[in-house]
């Protein structure tokens, strides 16, 4: 089995959740379980099972908290990120990383792998 593919219009409704369509919901159920942390990156949230975050955050483990470089890159990871979990098949975005985005109610879901995307769907066809 792959992992995270194909690109789906989806909508957000008026509280911000978002119906996951099929395809992904039936990968994270065999392959990982509810609990997911968003990143929010330019133009886009990240949405990654938490096994594969801890992966990729493993690779800052290096740096120094109490170093001003550790501390800013740790900093920039850790405050542009959200825990959440899948309940009924939905995910809830919260209002701020929806800003941050301007995700507004039309999006593009995007899988990548091992992580999904989530973007305006303006900013997803320029």
């Avoid at 395809?23 to 133009?43: F, P, R």
């Avoid at 800003?99 to 593009?108: A, I, K, N």
């Avoid at 899988?111 to 769907?121: A, D």
């Amino acid at each position: 089995m792959i992992g995270f593919s194909g690109t789906y219009h989806i909508s957000i409704d008026e509280k911000g959740r978002i119906n996951v369509p099929a395809k992904i919901k039936t990968t994270l159920e065999q392959k990982y379980d509810a609990d997911l942390v968003m990143y929010v990156k330019d133009k886009y949230i990240a949405i990654f099972p938490e096994k594969e975050w801890l992966v990729n955050v493993e690779k800052y483990n290096h740096l120094n908290a109490f170093e001003d470089e550790g501390r800013e890159t740790l900093r920039k990871l850790y405050a542009q990120a959200e825990e959440c979990k899948i309940r009924s098949g939905k995910i809830l975005i919260p209002a701020a990383l929806r800003e941050r985005v301007h995700l507004s109610r039309e999006t593009v879901l995007v899988g990548v792998n091992t992580s999904f995307e989530i973007w305006p769907k303006d900013s997803w066809e320029e």
